[in-house]
């Protein structure tokens, strides 16, 4: 079935400095993943939507020069925190799909503790 | 998308059948039922989707409504590792806006 590799899993970085996670997908090609953010005992929360060869589409209070996204194959989507504070932290989790007659596919997350 | 309304928590014995509820009463014509489920700090993991008719795969089964305003996800025989919660998510497919969006969803507690 669809894979979708996310790494790091877990990441601690000091407050000011920049941390950046991938996404693969591993078995198919995605030209459209998708970055979610989860705060302890909530539900996840749409960040940016990441289009191969594009901007990435941002959602509504999410600061795209804070949050980097880049796409630059059709397998793999970044995103960088830059100059992450202590509130940065969270449980960053992406996805993707093959098409769109197919269910969207979860990576396993990473957690990023800003200290 | 509609909205979707699903109990907070749930428990289920180990080994017996996990009914879990979901109302879409706004559903449109062209949106599908998804379930996922998120494991403690995993991504959520696709378990199944239909449009009207009932679904069954390896992991669990799909039972929609003859009016579309509700479903349930079944889990036939639960056990430790299905403690999760599980999400409930209407979509219309195949459009641009492919993001899901999750609820609180359901809390399933698998006791031994």
């Known amino acids: 079935g669809a894979v979708v590799s996310q790494h790091p899993s877990r990441v601690i970085c000091k407050s000011g400095t920049s941390v950046k996670i991938e996404c693969r997908s591993l078995d198919f090609q995605a030209t459209t993943m998708f970055w979610y953010r989860q705060f302890p005992k909530q539900s996840l929360m749409l960040m940016a939507t990441s289009n191969e060869g594009s901007k990435a589409t941002y959602e509504q209070g999410v600061e795209k020069d804070k949050f980097l996204i880049n796409h630059a194959s059709l397998t793999l989507s970044t995103l960088t925190v830059t100059s992450a504070h202590p509130e940065d932290s969270s449980f960053y989790i992406c996805s993707a799909r093959q098409d769109p007659y197919s269910p969207l596919h979860f990576g396993n997350g990473t957690r990023l503790t800003v200290t | 998308d509609a909205k979707t309304t699903q109990p907070p928590s749930m428990d289920c014995a180990e080994g017996r059948a996990a009914n879990l509820p979901c109302n879409h009463s706004t559903i449109s014509g062209n949106e599908y039922v998804y379930w996922y489920r998120q494991i403690h700090s995993q991504g959520p993991q696709y378990i199944i989707h239909?449009?009207?008719n009932n679904e069954t795969n390896e992991m669990a089964s799909l039972i929609i409504t003859e009016d579309r305003k509700s479903s349930t996800l079944i889990l036939p025989h639960a056990t430790l590792r299905d403690t999760a919660v599980y999400y409930c998510?209407?979509?219309?497919?195949?459009?641009?806006?492919?993001?899901?969006?999750f609820g609180t969803g359901t809390r399933l507690t698998v006791i031994p």
């Open positions: 998510i209407v979509r219309a497919d195949q459009t641009g806006a492919n993001n899901l969006f």
């Open positions: 239909g449009l009207k």
